[in-house]
C-alpha cells in the first residue's frame, strides 16, 4: 500500500488529507489548536476517527508520543536527546533506519515494513509511505506519521507547539 502527504505541515490546527496510490482522498487528518491537549487525529472520509497521537505532557527535553488506534494505545514514540536523531519505540519491536529526516524505513526484524521518501516535484514536496502488505496499514501509517512529526518537533518549528 501507498500512502501520500501533499505538504503536510504538522502544526497545531492543521487539516489536511493523505492520498492513495491512485491520488485518491484516502484519510482525513485534525490536529487541535487546544494548548493544553495537543493531539491528532487520523480519520476516514466519514470523519470516524481511526489513530490518535497525542504528546506526553510530562515530556520537556525528551519528546513523547503516545499512538492509539480506535483507542487501543499501541506504541510511544521517544525522541532522544542525540547529537545524530535517535528514536525509541515502546510496544512495538519496530526500529527506524537511515541518516535523513525526511528518508527512512522503518523495521520489524530485520525486515522492512514501513518505506517513507520524499519527492520534491516543482509545485510542491510530497511525502510517499510504501507500507509492506504483512502489517496493519493503520499501524504503519500511525507509527510513521508519529515519526514524522516528532522529527519536526523541537527543531525550533511551530511543530514543537504539539
Do not use: C, H
Not at 536523531?85 to 526484524?109: A, C, H, S, V
Not at 509511505?129 to 525550533?156: K, R, V
Request: charged share 30%; glycine share 4%; net charge neutral.
Amino acid at each position: 500500500m501507498e500512502l501520500q502527504f501533499k505538504e503536510p505541515q504538522y502544526n497545531w490546527g492543521d487539516r489536511f488529507f493523505i492520498y492513495d496510490e491512485n491520488d485518491k482522498k484516502a484519510f482525513r487528518v485534525k490536529s487541535s489548536i487546544l494548548l493544553w491537549n495537543k493531539k491528532f487525529e487520523i480519520m476516514d472520509l466519514d470523519k470516524n476517527v481511526l489513530v490518535t497521537i497525542k504528546n506526553d505532557p510530562k515530556s520537556f527535553f525528551k519528546k513523547k508520543f503516545f499512538v492509539f488506534i480506535q483507542d487501543e494505545q499501541v506504541a510511544a514514540i521517544t525522541k532522544e536527546i542525540s547529537i545524530i536523531p535517535k528514536y525509541t519505540f515502546e510496544g512495538i519491536d519496530w526500529t527506524r533506519q537511515g541518516l535523513m529526516l525526511n528518508e527512512y524505513d522503518l523495521l520489524q526484524q530485520g525486515q522492512i515494513v514501513v518505506s517513507k521518501v520524499e519527492d520534491m516535484r516543482p509545485w510542491g514536496r510530497r511525502q510517499i509511505l510504501t507500507m509492506n502488505d504483512s502489517i496493519n496499514p493503520l499501524l504503519g501509517l500511525a507509527i510513521a506519521f508519529t515519526l514524522s512529526y516528532a522529527m519536526e518537533a523541537g527543531n525550533g518549528e511551530p511543530a514543537d507547539r504539539f
